[in-house]
T-cell receptor, first 112, second 112 residues
Framework: SAVISQKPSRDICQRGTSLTIQCQVDSQVTMMFWYRQQPGQSLTLIATANQGSEATYESGFVIDKFPISRPNLTFSTLTVSNMSPEDSSIYLC?????????FGQGTRLTVV | LAKTTQPISMDSYEGQEVNITCSHNNIATNDYITWYQQFPSQGPRFIIQGYKTKVTNEVASLFIPADRKSSTLSLPRVSLSDTAVYYCLVGDRASGTYKYIFGTGTRLKVLA
């Protein structure tokens, strides 16, 4: 199984600023995804992080707000741009091989 | 939209067997059924995966009828530490990428 490390684990940010979350996988994986989980809610898929090309975003999420990079098969970043209190949430990275997905511990973001 | 439907919550007592049923009426021929467990402040953790009939591992069993339109996760003799949210997932291939769209999950509470 893949082990996923996310940094930072938590952060408190001022509105209007941006935060970049890093996701490192201990092995090469084909697919990486980013999810958001608001308090008490289920996970919502933000985008598929494509290696070497632009991410594929789900409905309701746009690149200007959530730019994603995936420079290689073990690493991805998600930036939450121009933050507002509504962006306060847990952001989770997922690595997937075929039909089995592994998740990081998440980044707990609070925007004040 | 999530492709699965499951009860929002369930209560059980320690030592009992818990069965959580999930509906996935539109499951595709080559989709697997996967269950994840999530504790507060942690990412989802893989429990079990199956395609048809019955699958058993050290923590759970998964029962899948012949039509594969539903599945049941069975947790034998639950303990307080099994209190968590359980997600039933089938893959979404509409975009050409096999990805997981989370439903509401079932919040299981194990009582002493």
């Amino acid at each position: 199984s893949a082990v996923i490390s996310q940094k930072p684990s938590r952060d408190i940010c001022q509105r209007g600023t941006s935060l970049t979350i890093q996701c490192q996988v201990d092995s090469q994986v084909t697919m990486m995804f980013w999810y958001r989980q608001q308090p008490g809610q289920s996970l919502t898929l933000i985008a598929t992080a494509n290696q070497g090309s632009e991410a594929t975003y789900e409905s309701g999420f746009v690149i200007d707000k959530f730019p994603i990079s995936r420079p290689n098969l073990t690493f991805s970043t998600l930036t939450v741009s121009n933050m507002s209190p509504e962006d306060s949430s847990i952001y989770l990275c997922s690595a997937q091989e075929n039909t089995e997905a592994f998740f990081g511990q998440g980044t707990r973001l609070t925007v004040v | 939209l999530a492709k699965t439907t499951q009860p929002i919550s369930m209560d059980s007592y320690e030592g009992q067997e818990v069965n959580i049923t999930c509906s996935h009426n539109n499951i595709a021929t080559n989709d697997y059924i996967t269950w994840y467990q999530q504790f507060p402040s942690q990412g989802p953790r893989f429990i079990i995966q199956g395609y048809k009939t019955k699958v058993t591992n050290e923590v759970a069993s998964l029962f899948i009828p012949a039509d594969r339109k539903s599945s049941t996760l069975s947790l034998p003799r639950v303990s307080l530490s099994d209190t968590a949210v359980y997600y039933c997932l089938v893959g979404d291939r509409a975009s050409g990428t096999y990805k997981y769209i989370f439903g509401t999950g079932t919040r299981l509470k194990v009582l002493a």
